[in-house]
Protein backbone atom coordinates (compact mmCIF):
# COMPACT_ATOMS: atom_id res chain seq x y z
CA UNK A 1 0.00 0.00 0.00
CA UNK A 2 1.56 3.21 -1.03
CA UNK A 3 0.77 6.76 0.31
CA UNK A 4 2.10 8.68 3.96
CA UNK A 5 1.44 6.05 7.08
CA UNK A 6 -1.01 8.72 9.17
CA UNK A 7 -0.25 6.34 12.47
CA UNK A 8 3.47 7.25 12.71
CA UNK A 9 4.60 10.37 14.47
CA UNK A 10 6.87 13.05 13.31
CA UNK A 11 10.23 14.15 14.90
CA UNK A 12 11.00 17.66 15.06
CA UNK A 13 13.58 18.60 12.84
CA UNK A 14 15.62 20.70 15.74
CA UNK A 15 15.45 17.69 17.80
CA UNK A 16 16.84 15.16 15.03
CA UNK A 17 19.58 17.22 14.04
CA UNK A 18 20.55 17.86 17.66
CA UNK A 19 20.48 14.54 18.82
CA UNK A 20 22.46 13.89 15.69
CA UNK A 21 24.79 16.58 17.03
CA UNK A 22 25.25 15.12 20.73
CA UNK A 23 26.10 12.03 19.03
CA UNK A 24 29.10 13.20 17.12
CA UNK A 25 29.78 15.69 20.52
CA UNK A 26 30.25 12.33 22.29
CA UNK A 27 32.76 11.12 19.15
CA UNK A 28 34.43 14.17 19.30
CA UNK A 29 35.39 14.51 23.37
CA UNK A 30 36.48 10.65 23.04
CA UNK A 31 38.99 12.18 19.96
CA UNK A 32 39.82 14.80 22.80
CA UNK A 33 41.30 12.56 25.14
CA UNK A 34 42.78 10.16 23.45
CA UNK A 35 45.00 13.06 21.59
CA UNK A 36 46.16 14.16 25.61
CA UNK A 37 47.42 10.83 26.61
CA UNK A 38 49.34 11.12 23.65
CA UNK A 39 48.33 7.67 21.75
CA UNK A 40 48.75 8.87 18.20
CA UNK A 41 45.30 8.72 16.41
CA UNK A 42 44.93 5.99 14.10
CA UNK A 43 41.89 6.37 11.87
CA UNK A 44 39.98 9.18 10.46
CA UNK A 45 36.33 10.51 9.91
CA UNK A 46 36.03 10.72 5.83
CA UNK A 47 33.57 13.01 4.01
CA UNK A 48 30.19 10.93 3.71
CA UNK A 49 26.55 11.70 2.91
CA UNK A 50 23.57 10.31 4.47
CA UNK A 51 20.24 10.42 1.97
CA UNK A 52 16.67 10.53 4.24
CA UNK A 53 13.46 9.27 2.53
CA UNK A 54 11.44 11.62 4.76
CA UNK A 55 7.44 13.16 5.11
CA UNK A 56 7.75 16.55 5.81
CA UNK A 57 4.90 17.82 8.00
CA UNK A 58 3.76 21.23 10.23
CA UNK A 59 2.25 20.81 13.47
CA UNK A 60 0.41 23.91 13.89
CA UNK A 61 -0.33 23.84 17.25
CA UNK A 62 3.52 24.21 18.14
CA UNK A 63 4.41 25.50 15.12
CA UNK A 64 7.28 22.99 14.25
CA UNK A 65 7.99 21.28 11.21
CA UNK A 66 8.33 17.57 11.41
CA UNK A 67 10.56 14.87 9.50
CA UNK A 68 8.84 11.66 9.52
CA UNK A 69 10.75 8.37 8.14
CA UNK A 70 8.82 6.80 4.99
CA UNK A 71 8.17 2.97 5.14
CA UNK A 72 8.43 0.75 2.51
CA UNK A 73 6.67 0.95 -0.37
CA UNK A 74 5.45 4.74 0.85
CA UNK A 75 5.66 7.36 -2.28
CA UNK A 76 5.79 11.26 -2.08
CA UNK A 77 8.69 11.04 0.56
CA UNK A 78 11.00 13.70 0.29
CA UNK A 79 15.02 13.77 0.38
CA UNK A 80 17.22 15.02 2.51
CA UNK A 81 20.87 15.05 1.98
CA UNK A 82 23.06 15.30 5.18
CA UNK A 83 26.92 15.84 4.33
CA UNK A 84 29.27 15.27 7.40
CA UNK A 85 33.37 16.41 6.69
CA UNK A 86 36.78 15.09 8.43
CA UNK A 87 37.76 16.80 11.04
CA UNK A 88 41.58 16.73 12.07
CA UNK A 89 43.70 16.84 15.09
CA UNK A 90 43.96 20.20 15.58
CA UNK A 91 40.30 21.24 15.15
CA UNK A 92 39.27 18.51 17.90
CA UNK A 93 41.96 20.10 20.29
CA UNK A 94 40.95 23.39 19.58
CA UNK A 95 37.05 23.23 19.01
CA UNK A 96 36.40 20.03 22.06
CA UNK A 97 35.49 20.45 25.15
CA UNK A 98 37.15 18.74 28.28
CA UNK A 99 35.98 17.21 31.10
CA UNK A 100 39.52 17.32 32.39
CA UNK A 101 39.67 21.06 32.62
CA UNK A 102 36.21 21.44 34.56
CA UNK A 103 35.22 23.39 37.15
CA UNK A 104 32.49 21.34 38.30
CA UNK A 105 32.54 18.06 35.91
CA UNK A 106 29.35 16.66 37.95
CA UNK A 107 26.58 15.38 35.55
CA UNK A 108 23.57 17.35 35.54
CA UNK A 109 22.36 14.14 36.53
CA UNK A 110 23.56 14.16 40.29
CA UNK A 111 21.29 17.36 41.27
CA UNK A 112 18.58 16.46 38.48
CA UNK A 113 16.50 15.50 41.78
CA UNK A 114 17.00 18.33 44.15
CA UNK A 115 15.92 20.63 40.92
CA UNK A 116 13.51 18.86 40.17
CA UNK A 117 14.74 18.48 36.50
CA UNK A 118 13.11 15.54 34.67
CA UNK A 119 14.66 13.38 31.68
CA UNK A 120 13.14 15.60 29.32
CA UNK A 121 14.42 18.71 31.31
CA UNK A 122 17.62 16.99 31.40
CA UNK A 123 17.85 15.78 27.88
CA UNK A 124 16.85 19.45 26.45
CA UNK A 125 20.01 21.13 28.33
CA UNK A 126 22.01 18.58 26.72
CA UNK A 127 20.79 19.47 23.42
CA UNK A 128 21.99 22.90 24.68
CA UNK A 129 25.75 21.89 25.17
CA UNK A 130 25.31 21.68 28.97
CA UNK A 131 26.43 17.77 30.52
CA UNK A 132 27.76 19.27 33.71
CA UNK A 133 27.05 21.24 36.62
CA UNK A 134 29.98 23.93 35.84
CA UNK A 135 28.27 24.34 32.65
CA UNK A 136 25.38 25.05 33.43
CA UNK A 137 26.19 27.30 36.16
CA UNK A 138 28.11 29.50 33.38
CA UNK A 139 25.35 29.00 30.87
CA UNK A 140 22.75 30.48 33.55
CA UNK A 141 24.74 32.75 36.21
CA UNK A 142 21.93 33.01 39.34
CA UNK A 143 22.26 36.90 39.07
CA UNK A 144 21.31 37.16 35.49
CA UNK A 145 17.54 37.24 35.66
CA UNK A 146 17.36 38.07 31.65
CA UNK A 147 19.42 35.53 30.45
CA UNK A 148 18.07 32.94 32.97
CA UNK A 149 14.43 33.53 31.39
CA UNK A 150 16.21 33.36 27.55
CA UNK A 151 17.58 30.28 28.29
CA UNK A 152 14.27 28.44 29.90
CA UNK A 153 12.13 30.17 27.33
CA UNK A 154 15.18 28.65 24.14
CA UNK A 155 15.23 25.06 26.08
CA UNK A 156 11.37 25.30 26.82
CA UNK A 157 12.10 24.27 30.88
CA UNK A 158 10.35 26.61 33.26
CA UNK A 159 13.01 29.45 34.85
CA UNK A 160 11.46 27.95 38.36
CA UNK A 161 13.31 24.91 37.83
CA UNK A 162 16.60 26.49 36.28
CA UNK A 163 16.17 28.63 39.25
CA UNK A 164 16.46 25.34 41.50
CA UNK A 165 18.82 23.91 39.09
CA UNK A 166 21.40 26.49 40.36
CA UNK A 167 20.79 26.49 43.82
CA UNK A 168 21.08 22.63 44.00
CA UNK A 169 24.46 23.27 42.03
CA UNK A 170 25.59 25.56 44.08
CA UNK A 171 25.49 23.44 47.73
CA UNK A 172 28.84 21.64 48.89
CA UNK A 173 28.82 17.21 48.21
CA UNK A 174 31.28 15.33 49.00
CA UNK A 175 32.13 12.73 46.45
CA UNK A 176 35.23 11.00 47.82
CA UNK A 177 37.98 10.53 49.48
CA UNK A 178 41.60 9.59 50.01
CA UNK A 179 44.38 8.78 52.07
CA UNK A 180 47.98 10.61 51.78
CA UNK A 181 50.53 10.28 54.01
CA UNK A 182 53.65 12.86 54.50
CA UNK A 183 56.49 11.43 56.64
CA UNK A 184 54.77 9.79 60.06
CA UNK A 185 51.65 12.06 59.36
CA UNK A 186 48.55 10.61 58.24
CA UNK A 187 45.97 13.01 55.81
CA UNK A 188 42.70 12.77 54.72
CA UNK A 189 41.58 14.27 51.20
CA UNK A 190 38.24 15.04 50.67
CA UNK A 191 36.97 15.51 46.91
CA UNK A 192 33.69 17.00 45.83
CA UNK A 193 32.51 20.40 44.65
CA UNK A 194 31.44 23.91 46.63
CA UNK A 195 33.85 22.56 49.55
CA UNK A 196 35.14 26.08 49.92
CA UNK A 197 33.99 29.55 50.04
CA UNK A 198 36.83 31.39 50.09
CA UNK A 199 35.83 32.63 54.07
CA UNK A 200 35.72 29.54 56.12
CA UNK A 201 34.86 25.65 56.52
CA UNK A 202 34.47 22.92 58.99
CA UNK A 203 35.02 19.54 59.03
CA UNK A 204 33.73 16.95 61.10
CA UNK A 205 35.22 13.29 60.95
CA UNK A 206 33.47 10.86 63.09
CA UNK A 207 31.74 13.87 64.90
CA UNK A 208 35.06 15.52 66.29
CA UNK A 209 36.53 19.00 64.72
CA UNK A 210 39.46 18.11 62.73
CA UNK A 211 42.10 20.78 61.18
CA UNK A 212 41.18 21.71 57.83
CA UNK A 213 45.12 22.18 56.61
CA UNK A 214 44.15 22.98 53.10
CA UNK A 215 40.56 24.31 51.43
CA UNK A 216 40.12 24.48 47.76
CA UNK A 217 36.03 24.46 46.35
CA UNK A 218 36.97 20.75 44.86
CA UNK A 219 39.07 19.40 47.45
CA UNK A 220 40.06 19.54 50.83
CA UNK A 221 43.13 18.03 52.95
CA UNK A 222 42.17 17.77 56.56
CA UNK A 223 44.37 15.91 59.05
CA UNK A 224 42.43 13.14 61.26
CA UNK A 225 42.92 12.09 64.84
CA UNK A 226 44.44 9.02 65.96
CA UNK A 227 42.03 7.10 67.13
CA UNK A 228 39.60 7.99 63.56
CA UNK A 229 39.65 4.70 61.49
CA UNK A 230 36.48 5.26 59.72
CA UNK A 231 32.81 7.22 60.35
CA UNK A 232 31.18 10.04 59.10
CA UNK A 233 32.43 12.86 57.23
CA UNK A 234 30.46 15.96 57.80
CA UNK A 235 31.56 19.70 55.68
CA UNK A 236 30.00 22.81 56.71
CA UNK A 237 30.08 25.80 54.26
CA UNK A 238 28.21 28.86 54.31
CA UNK A 239 25.59 27.40 56.56
CA UNK A 240 24.80 24.10 53.86
CA UNK A 241 26.18 20.74 55.23
CA UNK A 242 27.31 18.22 53.08
CA UNK A 243 28.20 14.35 54.32
CA UNK A 244 30.16 11.26 52.82
CA UNK A 245 32.03 8.23 54.90
CA UNK A 246 35.37 7.79 55.32
CA UNK A 247 37.76 5.28 56.01
CA UNK A 248 41.49 5.27 56.86
CA UNK A 249 43.42 2.24 56.15
CA UNK A 250 46.25 1.37 58.96
CA UNK A 251 49.86 2.43 57.49
CA UNK A 252 52.15 -0.24 55.66
CA UNK A 253 53.69 -2.71 57.82
CA UNK A 254 51.77 -1.58 61.11
CA UNK A 255 51.48 -4.11 63.86
CA UNK A 256 48.63 -6.52 63.54
CA UNK A 257 47.25 -5.06 66.62
CA UNK A 258 47.23 -1.88 65.38
CA UNK A 259 45.68 -3.01 61.83
CA UNK A 260 43.05 -4.90 64.26
CA UNK A 261 42.49 -1.30 65.98
CA UNK A 262 42.72 -3.66 69.67
CA UNK A 263 44.82 -5.70 71.66
CA UNK A 264 47.53 -8.54 69.75
CA UNK A 265 45.86 -12.19 70.17
CA UNK A 266 46.27 -14.31 72.67
CA UNK A 267 47.68 -18.10 71.83
CA UNK A 268 45.66 -20.98 71.77
CA UNK A 269 44.62 -22.16 75.82
CA UNK A 270 46.39 -24.96 77.50
CA UNK A 271 44.50 -26.71 80.21
CA UNK A 272 45.62 -27.80 83.58
CA UNK A 273 45.01 -31.22 85.08
CA UNK A 274 42.11 -29.34 87.07
CA UNK A 275 40.15 -28.64 83.72
CA UNK A 276 41.26 -24.62 84.24
CA UNK A 277 42.41 -22.50 81.53
CA UNK A 278 45.47 -21.28 81.52
CA UNK A 279 46.34 -18.62 78.15
CA UNK A 280 49.56 -17.31 77.91
CA UNK A 281 51.63 -16.01 74.80
CA UNK A 282 55.50 -15.45 74.54
CA UNK A 283 57.55 -16.08 77.04
CA UNK A 284 54.59 -16.71 79.39
CA UNK A 285 54.25 -20.21 77.39
CA UNK A 286 57.52 -21.43 77.97
CA UNK A 287 57.02 -21.11 81.86
CA UNK A 288 54.35 -23.05 81.90
CA UNK A 289 56.58 -25.98 81.24
CA UNK A 290 59.13 -25.30 83.79
CA UNK A 291 59.06 -25.41 87.38
CA UNK A 292 56.56 -22.94 87.94
CA UNK A 293 52.84 -23.70 90.24
CA UNK A 294 51.71 -25.22 86.81
CA UNK A 295 54.74 -26.99 85.92
CA UNK A 296 54.72 -30.24 85.03
CA UNK A 297 56.05 -30.78 89.14
CA UNK A 298 54.52 -27.93 90.30
CA UNK A 299 51.49 -27.92 93.03
CA UNK A 300 48.47 -27.15 90.34
CA UNK A 301 50.51 -29.61 87.60
CA UNK A 302 49.69 -33.18 86.50
CA UNK A 303 51.98 -34.64 89.22
CA UNK A 304 51.51 -32.31 92.09
CA UNK A 305 49.62 -32.78 95.32
CA UNK A 306 46.17 -31.01 94.08
CA UNK A 307 46.87 -32.50 90.28
CA UNK A 308 45.37 -35.22 88.72
CA UNK A 309 41.87 -35.50 90.34
CA UNK A 310 38.47 -35.20 88.48
Known amino acids: MSGPRQSSRGVPVDDFLQAIAEQLDKAQDSLALKARTGRP ?24 VLWR ?14 EFTTITKPMIEENSYSILDESDARPIESIGI ?23 RR ?21 GK ?12 VQGHETVRKGDQ ?11 DGINTEVRLAGDPVEVVDARPNQLLVRPMEHHSSGQIEVMVGGER ?22 APSAPAASGGNGATAHATGAA ?26
Open 41 to 64: LTWALRDFKIALQVFVELDAASGQ
Open 162 to 173: LEAALRASARPS
Open 285 to 310: ALSATGPGPHGPHGPHGPHGPQGGRA
Open 242 to 263: ATGFFRVPPPAGAPLAAALGGA
Open 69 to 82: TAGPNESGASTVNL
Open 114 to 136: AADLDDEDKLRLRRLGVRTVGQL
Open 139 to 159: LAPANERQQLDAIGELASIPV
Open 186 to 196: TFLRIRGANLH
